[in-house]
């Protein structure tokens, strides 16, 4: 079956644009985890999401970071007013069981704050 | 708090060479879980292995073993016979459980280059 997809896979935004970013997780998982990873870093968490709840936002840098999932399945991470900082890759994952089981990732979006 | 420790920034080997990663973590919990992933040049995260706290059985899996030790806190890694396809960032993982939120702390990676 298809896997977690995102897109765009790479965004270049001048500083200050605002920018969204998607993620279409597998078919059928509850749990949906967003994860910023910096260049030479491990990813570190943002937020999750279990259905369309926002359960977890504790990772989230500022309040120009917001998620959503309104329909329990394709979730958006937007950034507003993008900083240089903001440039990493931005991954997506999701489980089957209520975040217990195993996160399958997908490819991520590499974003570019010039 | 948790956390994961990749001592190793890069390792080089020659093909065929056998070669371990290893991982430290720490965390207060009884029940947690922990992880392996490969991430190779394309960047996407490929899942390898997911050992949960009560479950210290060593694991093999063709080339690919795993030596979980309580003990000392390690969850390492071993390729047997690398080959060059085995080139990528590998990340060791660590979760916790929280009623289904189970999100990741990932160590800082070890980039693994076989050399041909």
């Known amino acids: 079956g298809a896997g977690v997809s995102q897109s765009p896979r790479y965004k270049v935004a001048k500083r200050g644009q605002d920018v969204a970013l998607r993620c279409d997780p597998i078919?059928?998982?509850?749990?949906l985890f967003w994860y910023q990873q910096a260049l030479g870093q491990g990813p570190e968490f943002l937020t999750y999401?279990?259905?369309?709840?926002?359960?977890?936002k504790s990772g989230l840098p500022s309040d120009r970071f917001f998620a959503e999932r309104p329909e329990g399945s394709v979730s958006t991470l937007k950034i507003q007013r993008t900083q240089q900082e903001d440039s990493a890759v931005y991954l997506c994952?999701?489980?089957?069981?209520?975040?217990?089981?195993?996160?399958?990732f997908g490819p991520g979006t590499r974003l570019l704050v010039l | 708090a948790q956390k994961v420790t990749q001592a190793q920034t890069e390792i080089s080997v020659v093909e065929k060479e056998d070669v371990t990663l290893d991982c430290v973590y720490e965390?207060?919990?009884?029940?947690?879980?922990l992880f392996w992933y490969k991430q190779p040049p394309s960047g996407e995260l490929v899942f390898l292995i997911r050992r949960n706290s009560f479950d210290e059985q060593n694991e093999i899996s063709g080339r690919y073993s795993w030596n979980f030790q309580k003990s000392t806190s390690s969850f390492n890694f071993t390729i047997t016979a690398s080959q060059v396809v085995d080139s990528a960032v590998y990340f060791c993982?660590?979760?916790?459980?929280?009623?289904?939120?189970?999100?990741?702390?990932f160590g800082t990676g070890t980039r693994l280059t076989i050399i041909p």
């Open positions: 993982a660590l979760s916790e459980y929280n009623f289904g939120n189970e999100k990741l702390t």
């Open positions: 965390t207060r919990d009884t029940t947690y879980y």
């Open positions: 078919s059928g998982h509850v749990s």
């Open positions: 994952a999701s489980t089957d069981m209520g975040g217990l089981g195993t996160q399958y």
């Open positions: 999401f279990q259905n369309e709840a926002q359960l977890d």
